[in-house]
């Protein structure tokens, strides 16, 4: 090993001495997050997907700044043989480690915009069209259930009318206006 060090050019060396600690770091970081404690891995407490980003690109975070370094350092080493010119090299390594940052970071304010989570706003049923799943008495007089598609999921809710007539089982229904989480006050659609 020092025989290997001490035969290697000082570009090498620094190279080198940056590539073997960021990349312990990034596998400890991968580690972290694949079981689960993927926030307590970024050490500067900022977590690098926040579902209520407003704001894209948090460019400097520990995350960006190991990323960049994977990509400068790996670089160097991988192209020092190809590219005698260091100063091209160094701007190689600068460009492909700022063009890690910009993949991982498109990669994750990509998968933040698809996170969902899973509650649903039962004010999204006002104006949907449900079924009558049990018949809804007449003029307030009792509950039904209805069942509803509602964000992609098949839910089923306590329902009124406030008709004259019961509104039975398999009728179509429009909700009118949301009573309580669990309550829907609805109107007959079509009669079958």
Not at 2 to 11: C, K, R, V
Not at 48 to 53: C, K, N
Request: proline fraction near 3%.
């Amino acid at each position: 090993m020092d025989i290997w060090w001490a035969s290697l050019d000082l570009y090498l060396k620094i190279m080198w001495g940056i590539a073997i600690p960021i990349s312990i770091i990034f596998i400890i970081q991968m580690v972290m997050t694949f079981f689960g404690m993927g926030d307590h891995a970024d050490i500067s407490g900022d977590t690098e997907v926040d579902v209520d980003m407003h704001i894209p690109f948090q460019l400097f975070t520990f995350r960006n700044f190991v990323n960049f370094f994977l990509g400068f350092a790996w670089t160097g080493i991988s192209l020092f043989e190809v590219i005698a010119n260091k100063v091209w090299l160094t701007l190689l390594c600068v460009f492909i480690g700022l063009l890690l940052v910009s993949i991982v970071m498109a990669i994750l304010y990509a998968l933040s915009k698809a996170v969902q989570s899973g509650n649903i706003d039962i004010n999204n049923a006002v104006g949907r069209t449900a079924t009558v799943y049990y018949t809804i008495p007449s003029a307030g007089k009792g509950m039904g259930k209805i069942q509803m598609s509602i964000q992609q999921a098949v839910r089923e809710y306590d329902a009124i009318s406030e008709m004259e007539e019961p509104i039975p089982t398999g009728n179509l229904v429009t909700v009118k206006t949301v009573i309580d989480p669990h309550t829907l006050l609805v109107e007959l659609k079509i009669k079958n």
